[in-house]
């Protein structure tokens, strides 16, 4: 059966969870031992326990923090400068102040109780961090594309998030509650189909399967309508069209020292901006033993190739909603000559927003080495194919302080969909597409017999869903107005810099 077909077949299977992966293994190896119907009356257990139509309920914390006070905690360990940019952004509409509150909503979560059943979670699995991706044999794929705040967790947490986008973007778009309702209730549905279409499949079919934008092409052309079409078929070719030659283009430019990062402030500013104090070469020799520390957390025949690369320039990078203000850089090399060159990212990572909150029974007891790892382990673990680039380091700053990063290619064939430019048709389709790709990472990780057990094939975690989002979006635009209104007060600073 095609990963992208929009209505899966039925599968009947004997449904049912309770989780393991409180011993740090992943929950897939825990439960390898147990025979499929072993693993199935663990699904039956959790749905005893916490039958799905009770997850419609929007449980909140009995002294829920001030959502303001929480986005001034979170804005302490930023880059001062930038914290005005990020909450600029953040106050454009109520969804991307949803996507930029993770931390929010991660507090909210964590008041309700849960199924038992276990993943890893993308940790922020709203609609704008799914899409394109070039995988390493040069397909177009689409996936999960967001992993700072992964970790491994209940479920339901992303599944929750993903329908509270839907319904908050939808709500941003203009569509009826009855709009809205079809979007999250088909996305949660895909959701569910292929948990049970994962089920049924052995652990290598589970871990080869993707999604190949070829074939969704294919699949979605005759489900859209010509306005929808051309817009998928613009995405896919400007993805197609990205990489690091289009980004050396775009970004950069020849001065008297040779190529260099053009300064775009205060979104792009090169190093030798921000440090003008400190000479060249000394910096260049800094540059270097951060990169030789990177290097190490790549695969032997990855450092190889890595090893074909010098260091041109490094420039710090405005990126994303909530992520605006950590430490991100990107790092310009050169491999054979100027035609040949090679940007990566480099984004600090901080500890998962989920950290706390996943219920004790669900924690890993062996945490990585640093929170790079955490985010370059996750990312591994859910996608079905990563950045050959991905890595991690630990560094010490100028300021003094240790902070962990990870490592990617900063544009590999990139590109996602714009959400606030839907219609509801367009947004359901996409939805399902999520839907799918977040049970397809699950699957990966989890007990994926004991979670389609749980969801059984009716509607009762589909319909519970759709409360929980309208419930959550209504929330969400209580808090976006307390956001709007401290920044009118002058408790918070805000800025608006076009991107």
Aim: net charge neutral.
């Amino acid at each position: 059966m095609s990963a992208w077909n929009i209505v899966a077949e039925e599968e009947t299977l004997a449904r049912a969870p309770r989780v393991a992966g409180a011993d740090g293994r992943s929950v897939a190896t825990a439960a390898r031992h147990l025979t499929p119907s072993e693993r199935a009356l663990r699904g039956l257990a959790a749905r005893a326990a916490l039958p799905p139509h009770e997850q419609a309920e929007l449980v909140l914390p009995a002294s829920r923090p001030d959502p303001v006070a929480l986005i001034e905690e979170q804005a302490r360990t930023r880059v001062p400068e930038l914290v005005p940019v990020r909450h600029g952004r953040m106050m454009v509409s109520p969804f991307t102040f949803f996507r930029g509150n993770a931390l929010g909503m991660a507090v909210d979560l964590g008041a309700a109780a849960v199924s038992g059943l276990g993943a890893q979670l993308c940790g922020d699995a709203h609609l704008s961090n799914f899409g394109l991706f070039g995988s390493a044999e040069r397909r177009l794929i689409f996936d999960v594309n967001d992993f700072d705040e992964t970790l491994a967790g209940p479920w339901e947490w992303d599944v929750k998030r993903l329908a509270a986008s839907i319904a908050v973007a939808g709500r941003g778009n203009g569509f009826s509650r009855k709009e809205r309702r079809k979007c999250v209730l088909q996305t949660v549905r895909r959701y569910r189909d292929a948990t049970a279409e994962f089920a049924t499949m052995g652990a290598l079919g589970v871990w080869y399967a993707r999604g190949d934008v070829d074939e969704l092409q294919e699949v979605l052309r005759n489900k859209i309508n010509s306005s929808s079409r051309k817009s998928l078929d613009e995405v896919t070719l400007k993805a197609r069209g990205s990489g690091n030659l289009k980004a050396f283009a775009k970004l950069t430019e020849m001065t008297d020292d040779g190529v260099r990062i053009k300064a775009d402030p205060p979104l792009m500013i090169p190093i030798a901006d921000l440090l003008p104090e400190v000479g060249r070469a000394e910096l260049v020799t800094q540059l270097k033993a951060l990169l030789a520390g990177y290097r190490r957390s790549l695969p032997h025949e990855r450092r190889t190739l890595f090893d074909q690369f010098e260091f041109v320039d490094m420039a710090r990078k405005v990126v994303g909603v909530g992520s605006v203000g950590t430490r991100c850089w990107i790092v310009l090399l050169r491999g054979r000559d100027d035609g040949d060159p090679l940007f990566l990212q480099v984004k600090e990572a901080g500890p998962s927003v989920l950290k706390t909150k996943v219920p004790v029974a669900l924690r890993q007891r062996s945490a990585p080495r640093n929170e790079g790892e955490r985010v370059v382990v996750g990312q591994r673990l859910m996608q079905a194919s990563s950045d050959i680039f991905l890595g991690w380091q630990r560094v010490d700053g100028i300021d003094g302080q240790v902070r962990d990063f990870y490592v990617r290619q900063l544009r590999d064939m990139k590109g996602s969909a714009v959400v606030e430019r839907q219609d509801p048709r367009t947004m359901m389709m996409y939805g399902q597409l999520c839907g799918w790709t977040l049970a397809r990472a699950h699957a990966r990780s989890g007990d994926r017999i004991a979670l389609a057990t749980y969801l059984n094939s009716d509607d009762a975690f589909p319909e519970a869903m759709v409360e929980y989002a309208e419930a959550y979006a209504d929330l969400n635009e209580r808090d976006y107005q307390a956001f709007l209104d401290a920044i009118k007060s002058g408790r918070l600073e805000a800025e608006t810099v076009q991107q």
